[in-house]
Each structure stands twice: as structure tokens, then as C-alpha cells.
T-cell receptor
Framework: RKEVEQDPGPFNVPEGATVAFNCTYS??????FFWYRQDCRKEPKLLMS???SGNEDGRFTAQLNRASQYISLLIRDSKLSDSATYLCVVYRNQAGTALIFGKGTTLSVSS | GAGVSQSPSNKVTEKGKDVELRCDPI?????LYWYRQSLGQGLEFLIY????????KSGLPSDRFSAERTGGSVSTLTIQRTQQEDSAVYLC?????????????FGPGTRLLVL
């Protein structure tokens, strides 16, 4: 079992739709959590950190449930430009100090 | 300011040859990471440098892989006796410090194809 699991998708949604991505992690020692975005043939870029209390950045809302070891990302009012792969990322100090990436969930927003 | 740069952008090599991949991190960033992304796979951690400390090599898949970081800045990832399964995108990232909450900034990657 992979340490960080995501539904690979693809999620195909129309503009304006609300879409939610889920992610689970297996190591309870995980300390920090992030969502990165990766456009086709581009490098990953940080979208947002995920905090226990939940956090919002514009149309994007991230949630963390430590008890269930579950992370989510909600995108409201989807735009064409949101089409990308969304990577769930976990950091735990025991594994050196690198990030552990899920395989990503692909989103395609159409007009 | 300038981001993380990597060279070459693309590299095609023959099985058994050695390759060197270069990474220039963001100026002032003390932490540098190498990852590999194979087709259809997530990013796989390879090696990590922090300042003058010994690197964390726990992710290197075999002893054919090695990396150096000279002067706390530029890093070179070397793959000896390349195999076809080494074909992947090799991504370098840097962060200001090594704290877990630090944002990692990625370079554009080197696409390696081993024939």
C-alpha cells in the first residue's frame, strides 16, 4: 500500500462545477500536509498548505482529519484554468526531510 | 527573481552510458532535493542536501545513483551505467530551510530517456 493514496481520476467537470478530491495517508507520524498542482509536462507548484482547522484560499478549501488520516481539497466554481493534476503531499520528519507525494488526481474542466 | 533551473531539459542516452544532471537552486536556499517522476507514477524522493550536513541518500534506488552539492549551491545528480528503467523526469527542488512546512520550489525537470 502506498503511503499517500489518491483517486487518480480523471475528473471531468463543466465550468462552474464544484469538485472534491480525497487523499488518505497511512503514517500517523505525518506532520505537515499540502496540495501541489502540476500542469501537463510542468513542475509541481504549491497550491496550499492544509491545516487541522481547515483553510480556504479563494475558491479552494482544504480539510484535514488526523483521526481518519484523510485530506481533502474542494474547488468551487471550477475554471478552465483549474485543469491540472492535483498532488496530495505529506511531510514526516522520520523519512528524512523530503515530501511524500501521492500519484495525483487529474482534473479536466470543460466549457 | 530567478527560480530553480535545471539542465539539460532533455537527455537521450544509450543504455550503459553515464549521465549528469545539473540543478541550480534559488539563491539563498539552503535545502536542495532531487526527485524522480516516472510515467504514471508519483514523485519519488531520491536525495536531500541541507547546508553542510551529510546528505540524506535514503531514496537513491541503487548505487548507480549519486549526487553532489558543491559550495552549498549547485548540485549534480549522476547516474552510472544507465538502464531503461531509469527513464523518467528528474526534478530538483529547493527550499529556504529544511523545515517540514517550508515550501519547496521545483525546477522544470530533466527528461531522461535511456534507449
Amino acid at each position: 500500500r502506498k503511503e499517500v493514496e489518491q483517486d487518480p481520476g480523471p475528473f471531468n467537470v463543466p465550468e462552474g462545477a464544484t469538485v472534491a478530491f480525497n487523499c488518505t495517508y497511512s503514517n500517523s507520524a505525518s506532520q505537515s500536509f499540502f496540495w501541489y498542482r502540476q500542469d501537463c509536462r510542468k513542475e509541481p507548484k504549491l497550491l496550499m498548505s492544509v491545516y487541522s482547522s481547515g483553510n480556504e484560499d479563494g475558491r479552494f478549501t482544504a480539510q484535514l482529519n488526523r483521526a481518519s488520516q484523510y485530506i481533502s481539497l474542494l474547488i468551487r466554481d471550477s475554471k478552465l484554468s483549474d485543469s491540472a493534476t492535483y498532488l496530495c503531499v505529506v511531510y514526516r520528519n522520520q523519512a528524512g526531510t523530503a515530501l511524500i507525494f501521492g500519484k495525483g488526481t487529474t482534473l479536466s474542466v470543460s466549457s | 527573481g530567478a527560480g530553480v533551473s535545471q539542465s539539460p531539459s532533455n537527455k537521450v542516452t544509450e543504455k550503459g552510458k553515464d549521465v549528469e544532471l545539473r540543478c541550480d537552486p534559488i539563491s539563498g536556499h539552503t535545502a536542495l532535493y532531487w526527485y524522480r517522476q516516472s510515467l504514471g507514477q508519483g514523485l519519488e524522493f531520491l536525495i536531500y542536501f541541507q547546508g553542510n550536513s551529510a546528505p540524506d541518500k535514503s531514496g537513491l534506488p541503487s548505487d548507480r545513483f549519486s549526487a553532489e552539492r558543491t559550495g552549498g549551491s549547485v548540485s549534480t545528480l549522476t547516474i552510472q551505467r544507465t538502464q531503461q528503467e531509469d527513464s523518467a523526469v528528474y526534478l530538483c527542488a529547493s527550499s529556504l530551510t529544511s523545515g517540514g512546512a517550508e515550501t519547496q520550489y521545483f525546477g522544470p525537470g530533466t527528461r531522461l530517456l535511456v534507449l
